[in-house]
């Protein structure tokens, strides 16, 4: 629960709000962490030195649902000879460091990233006549930073949030989000670490869906340059009915054309799946690999949490190499990150982790594998083998709901365990399924329906008998249900 104040009112969970050249005393007592971000606030909007503020009534470190202890919004005049219209501004407070002490991040130096190392902003434009900024971004705001405390994944520039549902609650077609640096807010360096400010881009599932095909930055580079769409710093309009595809056709052959030279850059998504290993009866849990098996599942090992969580990481953001780096389970300390790396080391909580030793656990060759998916996962298998696999990459696919991953690999893929002589191998709870690329072309014409989901009813079943390979897409109380 939050309530809407000024940012200097007086109030148990208001701190007054002094400027960088507050008086020592006086800055003494506000949050170190929190003073150097309100210090860049200032700098930018000198001239609105308390601005509205939600602020969490019960703080996340007490024992609150919020995260974020307070939601700056700024009035933002743009610049109309630009073609960047006058907007709210909203900047988050809580996803850093703000205090130091441990209440809420661990303190790690100073020069790494302070708690998650980034804040969240948001540009909606303003309405005609609007004298006071709309509070629901900030509630938005606070289910991202949920997502980022609860799974200990931080976002970075590029990538896409899938949200389903109009930002507002109304009913706009602007139902997902983008996540780009915000063009004004600067780098902070605070007495616990760097903060950098992301900001929410809103789109309409078309624009999401080639964010996916293609990749993130190069739909934000085209939003950019569509004023109605968010142009130059891409404010959102809840109002905006029509996509950038609707509003320039040209727009899609550059999606289209970035598709065939670029594929992919999304390489990995947290989804409802399972697979089975065929090649074993039924009965033998012990092997079994279904989202549940009997009461005590086995566990994804650290190292592999490890290996899957850095194919989930790589390909989010614009690479500078032509093919993603590879898979490589036997490497055990030689990861390099191109994005800042979760504080977590494990896809799940602490008590997921291997219960069995890394190099205890035997890499299985299977003769025969039984993909599962929902309707959602199952509609990006398309994207993951145009736009993945056949430029020589790789695609994970982590169950949201259990202990589990599966990911594809190309033949250009060194170190999987996956080969082309043994195409489905599995390490634990974690299968690889190594496809050439002459049937990933077949693939591709099988599973054609998928790209047009709403055309076909669930359950609905591929399979391939000379590859032994089946794969399922079926309802979600499927995957809802552990007993399935």
């Not at 008086?23 to 030195?49: K, M, T, V």
């Not at 509205?52 to 024992?63: F, S």
């Not at 971004?137 to 976002?155: D, I, K, W």
């Not at 290993?277 to 086995?298: K, Y």
Request: net charge negative; hydrophobic share 35%.
């Amino acid at each position: 629960m939050a309530e809407l104040r000024p940012s200097g009112a007086p109030g148990p969970t208001a701190p007054p709000a002094p400027g960088p050249t507050a008086p020592p005393a006086f800055a003494s007592l506000f949050p170190p962490g929190l003073h150097a971000i309100y210090g860049e606030c200032r700098r930018l909007y000198p001239d609105q030195p308390n601005p509205l503020q939600v602020t969490a009534i019960v703080k996340y470190w007490l024992g609150g649902p919020d995260p974020l202890d307070y939601v700056s919004m700024y009035r933002n005049v743009g610049s109309p000879s630009a073609n960047i219209p006058e907007h709210w501004h909203y900047i988050s407070f809580g996803l850093s460091d703000l205090y130091g002490d441990n209440r809420v991040h661990e303190f790690t130096g100073t020069d790494g990233p302070s708690g998650f190392g980034f804040e969240l902003t948001f540009r909606l434009k303003r309405e005609t006549g609007e004298s006071a900024p709309p509070t629901w971004p900030a509630e938005l705001m606070q289910g991202l930073a949920r997502y980022v405390f609860q799974s200990e994944n931080t976002f970075c520039s590029g990538d896409h949030v899938s949200w389903h549902s109009p930002l507002d609650n109304s009913e706009s077609r602007i139902q997902h989000m983008l996540l780009t640096e915000d063009p004004q807010m600067q780098p902070v360096q605070t007495p616990f670490g760097v903060v950098t400010f992301l900001q929410i881009v809103g789109v309409c599932t078309e624009e999401l869906h080639a964010a996916q095909q293609w990749n993130g930055q190069g739909i934000l580079e085209l939003l950019r340059t569509v004023p109605v769409a968010g142009g130059p710093w891409l404010i959102t309009d809840m109002r905006r009915g029509e996509t950038i595809f609707e509003i320039d056709p040209h727009l899609q052959e550059r999606v289209d054309k970035g598709i065939e030279t670029d594929g992919s850059n999304l390489s990995g998504v947290s989804a409802k799946c399972a697979w089975d290993d065929l090649s074993r009866p039924p009965e033998d849990d012990e092997d079994s690999r279904s989202i549940c098996v009997g009461a005590q599942p086995r566990r994804l090992s650290g190292k592999d949490t490890e290996q899957i969580r850095e194919t989930l990481r790589r390909g989010l953001e614009i690479n500078s190499k032509p093919v993603l780096p590879p898979i490589n389970p036997q490497r055990q300390n030689g990861l390099t990150h191109d994005r800042a790396p979760s504080r977590k080391d494990s896809l799940e909580s602490d008590s997921s982790t291997a219960i069995i030793p890394h190099e205890l656990i035997r890499t299985r060759q299977l003769e025969s594998v039984h993909l599962k998916f929902n309707q959602e996962s199952g509609a990006l298998i398309p994207l993951c083998l145009r736009g993945r696999l056949l430029h020589g990459r790789h695609f994970t696919y982590k169950s949201i709901t259990g202990d589990m991953a599966i990911t594809f690999v190309s033949t250009g893929v060194e170190g999987a365990f996956a080969t082309e002589e043994h195409p489905y191998a599995a390490h634990g709870p974690w299968l690889q399924i190594l496809l050439t690329e002459e049937f990933v072309e077949k693939m591709l014409e099988d599973l054609e329906d998928l790209t047009s989901p709403e055309e076909f009813k669930l359950p609905k079943e591929y399979s391939w008998p000379e590859k032994k390979l089946k794969v399922s897409i079926l309802p979600d109380m499927v995957f809802d249900n552990p007993l399935h």
